[in-house]
């Protein structure tokens, strides 16, 4: 692989491609616990300034850059982004505790899915999160990382204790039905490989599911799932809307943590099953009320909707509207939502520390 820096090429080739296509770069950047700088940049091989065998000046793709203390820089392209589909939308995090980067995008051509990467022990790995039915639309990933204590016997029925690193993915899709779906993979146990992510439809997992109806329900209400972390228990909270139930719905999710004994083969035995069901979520409703109707349009906000859940397990949505001039929020207060109230953006308040008041409002409430 070779970069380089084309302006004039790259000015060219946008005359050539038209207005409507041209994409700006995306770029994402993370210094992990060893002190490496990680960064990654999405564009077309003309902007990246990327060329190589089967790279075409206009294919799509994500490049890797890491800078480690000893000033060493390390480049790749990651595996199977090479291609005509836009790439969107880049997050990362990083746990500390397997050494494993995981970058989750979005990814556009005739249809849109959700996709991620994970980097550990010097190889990226790449999967793509399939969707429910046939083509589909992805909206809105995001991600998290949890950490839950387990314990199960060795061959010598003797305890054995560790924390798991468990990654959970949600998103929004318009398949044949609008859903909320989550995807959940054990880092340091399914060999790192994004490819073994369990995928769920969320309103499944609580026994609901099936037709749906957008009536006089607006978008923002909807295609903004979100997860988070609860407390120290390693329990993660995925709030949605369910648009057969017509709920907005906060889910603890958990899993087992006695994984009984893996040589235990003995069929239908307790440490058997235990360890068979060790990564089949757990899952409980911890709050759940109408619809939040009162939130505009997606495209009537700043940059979209976000969640904030509460000690009571209470959900805050927040959004900025399409000026920026004001942060507006509603929370659930048990029984209604209330009403819609505002911080004002002016010299006195940026928009950044409006939404950090209104979160630590959220979350400790």
Do not use: C
Not at 107 to 123: H, I, K, M, N, W
Not at 277 to 294: C, D, F, L, S, Y
Not at 305 to 328: D, E, F, H, K, Q
Request: charged share 20%.
């Amino acid at each position: 692989m070779r970069r380089t820096r084309l302006l004039p090429l790259l000015a060219a080739l946008a005359l050539f491609l038209g207005a409507g296509s041209a994409r700006a770069l995306e770029e994402v950047s993370l210094l992990a616990s060893d002190g490496t700088l990680h960064d990654l940049r999405s564009g077309t091989a003309i902007e990246l300034g990327v060329d190589g065998p089967g790279i075409r000046p206009d294919s799509n793709l994500i490049e890797w850059a890491a800078k480690a203390q000893d000033g060493t820089v390390t480049l790749a392209i990651l595996p199977d982004t090479v291609s005509g589909s836009l790439k969107h939308d880049l997050q990362l995090v990083f746990d500390d505790q397997t050494g494993t980067l995981v970058l989750l995008w979005t990814e556009d051509g005739s249809y849109s899915q959700v996709r991620v990467g994970t980097y550990s022990a010097g190889t990226w790995k790449t999967a793509w999160l399939l969707p429910s039915q046939g083509i589909s639309r992805a909206y809105n990933p995001s991600m998290l990382v949890t950490h839950q204590p387990v314990f199960w016997l060795d061959d010598t029925d003797t305890p054995q204790t560790k924390v798991a690193s468990i990654l959970s993915v949600v998103w929004w899709e318009e398949a044949l039905v609008g859903q909320a779906r989550l995807a959940t993979v054990f880092l340091d146990e399914q060999s790192f490989d994004p490819t073994n992510m369990t995928i769920y439809d969320l309103p499944g997992l609580t026994g609901g599911g099936g037709p749906v109806s957008y009536d006089g329900i607006p978008g923002g209400a909807y295609l903004y799932p979100a997860l988070q972390a609860d407390g120290l228990s390693g329990s993660a909270l995925a709030s949605f809307a369910d648009l057969n139930a017509q709920k907005q719905r906060v889910l603890r999710l958990q899993f087992p943590n006695n994984w009984g004994k893996p040589s235990d083969t003995t069929p239908d035995s307790p440490n058997s099953l235990n360890w068979k069901r060790r990564h089949i979520p757990i899952v409980g409703v911890a709050n759940e009320g109408p619809i939040a109707r009162m939130v505009p349009e997606a495209a009537d906000t700043r940059d979209g909707v976000r969640t904030s859940i509460g000690r009571g397990y209470a959900p805050t949505l927040s959004w900025g509207n399409a000026a920026g001039s004001a942060i507006n929020y509603t929370r659930w207060n048990g029984a209604d939502w209330d009403p819609v109230r505002s911080i004002a953006i002016d010299d006195t308040m940026t928009y950044e520390h409006a939404l950090a008041l209104v979160s630590g409002m959220a979350q400790r409430n």
